[in-house]
């Protein structure tokens, strides 16, 4: 038994893209476009939306730290009668930082983009919802196997990750019995304009374009956590079932020397 309605169809669907400028974002906005969905397509770059154009219905240019950004959006589609059947949150920031050099406006961004406005998003759109009880609809988190466990360089991405994660599986027992169906999609590394800031090397990098033909083939076998590449994703699965202990001593023998401060 499947954990959600599987779709197979996205003919006529209303779908919202909640960051939708680049990356797996703007391949899903183009994929569901191509599928016969009718795509919203939102991000703070207006330039980067009217390049969609004309792959996507409407295109709303908004800040998803602004609480206030979200609240206008959504009454926007409620007066136009767009109120989403299906919202994928891909927005989100990433700031690569060791523990030994935070940079604390940016774990500040990081958090209030990746996690708290999810919540916020949330929210408001649920109220929308409230409005028209009973028709199916489907919430689509897109988080990271970043979450999975504690990675060096991620003290602010994989902890804002973490917390998405938590909300999706929260959101997915709660909202069941409302007709709120929700999944989660954790990828690997994807070439996108936030890897580009890594500096080490990204095994099993995949396009933006196949990263969003995973995440709706997914979606049609009605799967909760949707994660890829599975050559990687698989193993770092495996880690997080390891001990602390071993877990800790794996990853400082992955770590560069000048990065690893033991206390074995």
Known sequence: MSANPKITDWSGRIVWVVGASSGIGR?????????GARVIASARRSEALLSLRPACAR????????????????????????????V????????PMACEALELDGVRETFEVNTLAAYVGLKHMLQ????????????????????????????????????????????HLELRSKAVA??????????TRLTAKNDFAMPAIITPEAAASATLQGL??????????????????????????????????????SSSHGNS
């Open 27 to 35: 391949a899903l906005a183009e994929a569901l476009s191509a599928r």
């Open 59 to 86: 295109y709303l240019t908004l800040d998803v730290g602004r609480a206030s950004d979200l609240q206008a959006a959504i009454k926007t589609l409620e007066e136009e009668h767009l109120l989403p059947d299906v």
């Open 88 to 95: 994928f949150w891909v927005a989100g920031v990433y700031h």
């Open 128 to 171: 929308a919802w409230a409005q028209t009880p009973g028709q199916p609809r489907h919430w689509s988190w897109v988080s990271s196997v970043a979450g999975y466990r504690g990675l060096p360089q991620a003290a602010a991405y994989g902890a804002s990750k973490a917390a998405l994660t938590y909300l999706a599986e929260v959101s």
């Open 182 to 191: 929700v999944s989660v999609v954790q990828p690997g590394f994807v070439e």
């Open 220 to 257: 049609a076998r009605g799967q909760f956590e949707i994660h890829y590449p599975k050559r990687f994703t698989l193993w770092l699965k495996l880690l997080r079932l390891l001990p602390y202990g071993l877990y800790f001593r794996l990853m400082r023998s992955a770590l560069p020397k």
